[in-house]
C-alpha cells in the first residue's frame, strides 16, 4: 500500500523522498470502497510536521508521488503523510526525514565506536539483544505456522508470522497495531527468540539539534520477548511481544558527551530505586558523564540491564515499579552480605556486553551497527553505506509492541527520543551520586575490576 521506494539527498541536501501507491493501479475496486466512491481515484498528499505543511498530487497512471524536505526550512523528524480523496482519508503513515548532516557516516561512526556502552545483565536474564533480521527472519519465525490478524484499511486481515516483516515494510500505517494479545509467553515463536550473548547485534542513530550544535548518538536494543519479572511474569499481566529499549548520548559542537539520558519503563510509571531514596516518572533519567562515580571502561559507560524488563539503569542494583521488583546488573551477594569489596567479584561473563572497540576472550562481544535513519526505504537493500539493510522493517509506522492497557508503543524512529528528542533530553530526571549508598559503589567497583581483568583495548 505503501512503498518507499526512495530517500535521498540532492545537490543542496535536500532530503528527497519517492512513494508508490502500489494498490492505486492493482486494486482500484478496493481503494474506492474504502473511499465510499465509484469515481476516478484522484488521489493528494499532505506531509505535516508541526507547523509545517507541504502536499502534492498522486500520479494516477503510475500511483507515485515526490516530496522534497528543503533543508534549513523544514525540520528533520517524523512527518505524517495522509493520502486523501477530497475529505476522504485513506492511508496515513509517518516518514522519517533527515537532511544533509553535519558529520559525515564516517565519523559518526567513529563516536559511535568509540562511546559504545558496556551493558551488564542480570544472571538470571534470558533475553539478549537481537537484529531486525533475527525479529522477523530468523529460521524459527520463517517455519512458524502462526498467524497474526490485524485491524486494516480493508478490514481484518492474517498475516502469517512468516510474511509480518514483508507486511510491515509495505503497509506501516500510523495506527496499525501488531496485537499479540492472544498469545501467551508459552505459544508465540517469539519467546523462543532469546538470543545469545556472542550473537547480540545493538543499533546506533545520530541525530542533530541545529539551533544549539548539539548532537545526539542513541543505542537501541531490540528484544524478541518481554518477560518481566515477580508477579507481573506469574500473572501473564506485563510479558510482550517485541521490546526495544535505548540510550544517548549528549553531546557539544567539541564533540565532547556531557551527559547520558538512560531509559526504563514508560513515562508516567513511578520508578523507586531503594524503596523511597530515589523517585522519578520521566521514563528516562540523565546521568553526568563525567562524574567518576558514573562507571566507566575507558571511555565506555557501564548500564545495567532490568532482569526480564531489559530496562537501563545507570547503576547495578535494586528498583521497583508499582508491584514489579527487578534487579539490574550484577549485585554482589557477599558484598552486600557485610564482605570486604577488595575481592572479586562472581560474575559470569555471559552477563557482559562489551562493545566492538574493546576485545576479550572470555567477555562476549555485540555487533554494533547503523539504523541509517536518514535513508530509510521499503526495501531490503545492501549497499556500501555500512547501515544494516533490514532496516527497512522500520517504515512500519504503527505499533510493534502491544501492552496490557491503552499505551501500546512503536519502534523508532517514531519514538519519542526520536522523535522529540530536545524535550526527551531536557525534561530527563537528574540523577546525583551524593545519596546513593558506598555499597553500591564498591559493588560497581568490582563490576569495573572484573572488566579491567578480562577486557582489552580500553
Request: neutral net charge; without cysteine; aromatic residues 12%.
Amino acid at each position: 500500500m505503501f512503498d518507499i521506494q526512495r530517500s535521498a539527498l540532492d545537490a543542496d541536501g535536500n532530503r528527497v523522498i519517492r512513494v508508490r501507491v502500489p494498490a492505486l493501479v492493482s486494486h482500484p475496486d478496493e481503494l474506492r470502497r474504502v473511499l465510499g466512491t465509484s469515481g476516478p481515484l484522484a488521489l493528494e498528499w499532505v506531509a505535516r510536521h508541526g507547523g509545517h505543511e507541504l502536499r502534492g498530487a498522486v500520479d494516477p497512471a503510475r500511483g507515485r508521488f515526490t516530496m522534497r524536505f528543503r533543508r534549513g526550512v523544514h525540520p528533520d523528524g517524523a512527518w505524517q503523510i495522509t493520502l486523501r480523496a477530497g475529505e476522504r482519508e485513506l492511508w496515513r503513515q509517518s516518514v522519517f526525514v533527515q537532511g544533509k548532516l553535519a558529520r559525515s557516516p564516517e565519523r559518526i561512526r567513529a563516536l559511535a565506536l568509540r562511546y559504545a556502552p558496556v551493558f551488564v545483565f542480570s544472571a538470571k536474564e534470558k533475553y539478549f539483544p537481537v537484529s531486525l533480521r533475527t525479529l522477523l527472519r530468523s529460521p524459527l519465525v520463517k517455519a512458524s505456522a502462526e498467524t497474526l490478524t490485524l485491524k486494516t484499511i480493508f478490514g481484518k486481515e492474517t498475516v502469517p508470522l512468516r510474511e509480518l516483516g514483508d507486511f510491515m515494510r509495505y503497509n506501516g500505517h500510523a495506527d496499525y497495531l501488531l496485537d499479540f494479545n492472544l498469545f501467551s509467553m508459552k505459544r508465540t515463536v517469539f519467546a523462543e527468540l532469546g538470543g545469545s550473548p556472542a550473537g547480540s547485534t545493538i543499533y546506533y542513530s545520530y541525530l542533530e539539534e541545529p539551533a544549539t550544535g548539539r548532537f545526539f548518538i542513541s543505542y537501541h536494543l531490540l528484544y524478541a520477548f518481554d518477560t518481566k519479572t515477580g508477579l507481573s511474569r506469574l500473572t501473564g499481566i506485563g510479558p510482550h511481544v517485541f521490546d526495544r529499549e535505548s540510550m544517548l548520548f549528549v553531546f557539544d559542537e567539541r564533540e565532547t558527551p556531557s551527559s547520558l539520558i538512560v531509559s526504563g519503563h514508560l513515562e508516567h510509571q513511578t520508578i523507586a530505586f531503594l524503596h523511597k531514596l530515589k523517585r522519578w516518572s520521566q521514563g528516562r533519567l540523565r546521568v553526568p558523564y563525567d562524574d567518576p562515580r558514573t562507571l566507566k571502561l575507558g571511555t565506555h559507560p557501564v548500564i545495567a540491564v532490568g532482569e526480564g524488563s531489559h530496562a537501563l539503569y545507570p547503576t547495578s542494583g535494586e528498583y521497583q515499579l508499582s508491584l514489579l521488583r527487578e534487579i539490574a546488573g550484577y549485585v554482589d551477594p557477599g558484598l552486600f552480605g557485610g564482605r570486604a569489596a577488595g575481592a572479586s567479584a562472581a560474575i559470569s561473563p555471559a552477563q557482559i556486553l562489551i562493545p566492538p572497540s574493546l576485545a576479550s576472550t572470555q567477555v562476549p562481544g555485540y555487533r554494533l551497527a547503523s539504523f541509517g535513519l536518514d535513508r530509510l526505504v521499503s526495501r531490503i537493500e545492501r549497499d556500501d553505506s555500512g547501515h544494516d539493510p533490514y532496516r527497512a522493517f522500520l517504515v512500519f509506522s504503527g505499533y510493534w509492541v502491544d501492552v496490557p492497557g491503552t499505551r501500546n508503543a512503536r519502534f523508532p524512529p517514531f519514538t519519542r527520543n526520536v522523535t522529540e528528542v530536545s524535550d526527551w533530553v531536557d525534561g530527563a530526571y537528574q540523577w546525583e551520586w551524593d545519596d546513593v549508598p558506598e555499597s553500591y559503589l564498591d559493588n560497581n567497583q568490582l563490576i569495573l575490576r572484573f572488566l579491567q581483568e578480562n577486557t582489552e583495548d580500553f
